[in-house]
């Protein structure tokens, strides 16, 4: 059954074989409607605010602005707007921090172009989507609560990661708090290791979600 308006479909993602890919696939469709493409976060959100599509898939590493931050500004400035998070990543931070920020679904980029217009077809036509590489945002994150423990960091390493959030580097956190770059890299693999994670946005996100930071 196809239907009789094309599902408007955006894509903001830095990889330019998965827009080709889903472009190309897509053009083929009668259901299913590209009607525009980013590489950045910041595009992105431009492009998607003059002409809202139905849905956006935002992928979340992106270059400039993160991918979750691009879901929470969307999300704030169009409520209806169904928003698929492109992952990765499958680390509990990522899912939760997606879902926080608002995203309705969350896909690994695993997917292959077959299956991602397979998946949006069924989304597109009020079916439950199913499929391997969909994380569930709302049982992710009751497991992620479910198995937190209390993580007690020092005040010197919440004022590393407060820094962290605020994008500052190494050497610009090392030259703020007067310390060796040396040691802001010892608090921040110790920050990894307490709080379960590999990568600096996933420790702030993490850190927001434990109320660690702001």
Known sequence: M???IPFRVFLVDDHPLLRTGLRFTLDEMTDLDLIGEAADGFEGVEKILQNPPDIALIDIDLPGISGITVIGMLRNKLPGLKIIALSSYSEKGYVTG???AGADGYLLKAISI???VDFLRDFAQGKQPVSPYLLDLAVAHKNALENEEDVHISPREKQVLKLLAEGKSNKQIADEIFLSIETVK???KNIFQKLEVKSRM???IVGRRRKLID
């Open 186 to 188: 010892t608090h921040i």
């Open 2 to 4: 196809s239907l009789t």
């Open 114 to 116: 077959t299956a991602l």
């Open 98 to 100: 997606a879902m926080q």
């Open 202 to 204: 996933e420790a702030v």
